[in-house]
């Protein structure tokens, strides 16, 4: 059972101290009550009492999930690959929606370079310029989902599950680009960005 910290956060809103609790890396295995909160993304966001605001805890924080073998590791600081258990899949990330985004897509049974591939290809065609996020796959048209912000709203855009079966292709032929998700891996636009001429 992993111990939970004591941490004094301040309201962004109106300023006031209060003590929370947080513990910096959660087996979800070993505590699956947590899985649900954490892939909300609920677990990083506190409620002032004095105020009502909700703030963002922004603390370095590790996902393990014992069954799927898979560790995420959120930090804002760069961190060096370290060795992970055998046959783990491990990822870093910058920020709590990233680390949400990553869970939903593992959850989905998908492969996130894959997914970094899709959002790139999807993002070129409908000419955005901004950051896409993945929601969900299937449904009964088969389809990605994906959001973006536009004007202050979440807006949504949903690409064909082929265009992403395309990218897992491109993936299988480019095993520089598979090597280059070993070990605890940062795969995101910027990863992308390093074999896109
Ligand atoms: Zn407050």
Not at 34 to 56: D, Q, T
Not at 95 to 107: H, M, P, Q, Y
Not at 161 to 179: K, P, S, T, W
Request: proline share 4%; aromatic share 8%.
């Amino acid at each position: 059972m992993e111990a939970s910290d004591r941490l004094t956060q301040r309201c962004a809103s109106c300023g006031e101290e209060h003590e929370i609790e947080f513990s910096h890396s959660v087996n979800v295995t070993r505590r699956p009550e947590l899985r649900e909160k954490i892939a909300s993304g609920e677990y990083f966001v506190w409620e002032c009492p004095h105020c009502g605001a909700r703030n963002l805890i922004r603390e370095p924080f590790l996902f393990h999930d014992e069954k799927e073998r898979l560790m995420i590791l959120l930090t804002e600081a760069d961190v060096k690959s370290e060795g992970l258990p055998e046959g783990y899949t491990g990822r870093l990330v910058h920020s709590a929606g990233e680390l949400v985004e990553k869970i939903k897509i593992f959850d989905a049974g998908l492969d996130d370079a894959a997914v970094e591939l899709c959002k790139y290809i999807t993002s070129r065609e409908m000419k955005l310029d901004v950051p896409l996020r993945f929601v969900s796959a299937g449904g009964p048209d088969s389809e990605i989902i994906f959001t973006y912000p536009k004007e202050s709203r979440m807006e949504m855009i949903a690409t064909g599950f082929n265009v992403y079966e395309d990218c897992a292709g491109i993936l299988r032929r480019n095993q520089d680009m598979v090597h280059a998700t070993e070990g605890l891996a940062c795969v995101d636009s910027n990863w992308l960005a390093r074999f896109i001429a």
